[in-house]
């Protein structure tokens, strides 16, 4: 009996296992796709990664020296032209360097105008009569000098009067030609050479002028090139270092995009100049940009720009490949696309 009864459980917990298993097999839910996957569009075709670029590259606008952002000419987006100003910084200290370089001009200047009107004309009369003086005194000792030789001749003077008043003669002839000498110099004017001195400390005050005026302009950043802003990192008030990696703007032409892809170097045998090329843009939706090769650069590189694909080598060089994005299309510079080149024999 009770060998019956065991036949019979295992008998119902055999069917009831059955059953069991029979309806919990169901269909999992298929989980769609983030996206199409890339697929070379190429038999024989090269994969790279590409970065959007402009086609004057993404340009770093740093300031020349470090100093405040006084104002900020240009927004984001905006279209400027070369020589356009961008943003300006703090020049309170070269204007007033500028304000003591002006006030130097105006003393040279002054200089100048002195030495070239020299001599003044009320200079001339005192030194006029100081001759006419001179040329008394010398005629009266002279006079003097003659009648004690002709009285010491007569034994009516003494050899020591008459020379004293050739002493005094001698002196009185030396003062004169002294002051003839001196109304000589002031009539000839200025020397040629105190001309050039007076007119080298003018052109030495008029370059340092303009040395701080070029100094103030160069304040004011200008856009290098016909572009569009596509980045600005610095506000009004904000210290802007002169440091190319935190650049105060990113400036680019956005009138033709380039792609720059980077090609693994065991792909290279396959690489051939003015092959077909295609970008795909990494989406939802699989969008193929047609390309066309501008320029091989022929410089192998450390790879650093990587795809994140676990198949992805990164021991590895790549070289630059720039392409033409044709036609209109959603790109944004900075944006990562995947390239796909046809391949030649290799």
Known sequence: MIKWITFILAAAGLSIGIYTAATAQHEAPKVPLA???????????IAATGQVEAATRNVNIAAPE???????????????????PLFELDARTLQAELIRARGARQSAEATLRKVELQPRAEELPPLEAEVLAME?????????????????????AGQYEQARRKFALDGAKARLAGARGRLSLLKAGAWSAEV??????????????????????RRTVRAPFDGTVLK???????????????????LGD????????????????????GAPAQARVRGQKAILVP???????????????LSGATTERVDTRVLEVV???EGAAALYPGQLVDVFIEGGEG
């Open 66 to 84: 470090g100093a405040l952002v006084v104002r900020v000419l240009a927004e984001v987006g905006q279209r400027v032209k070369a020589g356009d």
């Open 323 to 325: 392409f033409r994005v």
């Open 136 to 156: 008394s005194e010398v005629a009266d000792w002279q006079d003097q000098y003659e009648k004690y030789g002709q009285a010491r001749a007569l034994d009516a």
């Open 232 to 250: 600005r990192n610095v506000e009004p008030g904000q210290f802007a270092p002169a440091d190319p990696s935190g650049a105060a703007m990113v």
């Open 196 to 217: 050039d001195v007076a007119r080298a400390g003018l052109a030495a005050a008029e370059a340092d002028i303009r040395a701080l005026e070029l100094l103030i302009e």
């Open 254 to 273: 956005l009138s033709t995009l380039h792609v720059r892809a980077r090609v693994d170097e065991e792909d290279l045998p396959l690489l051939r100049m």
């Open 291 to 305: 390309l066309t090769m501008i320029r091989i650069e022929p410089l192998a590189q450390p790879k650093v720009q």
């Open 35 to 45: 996206g199409e996957p890339s697929v070379n569009p190429y038999k024989q075709g």
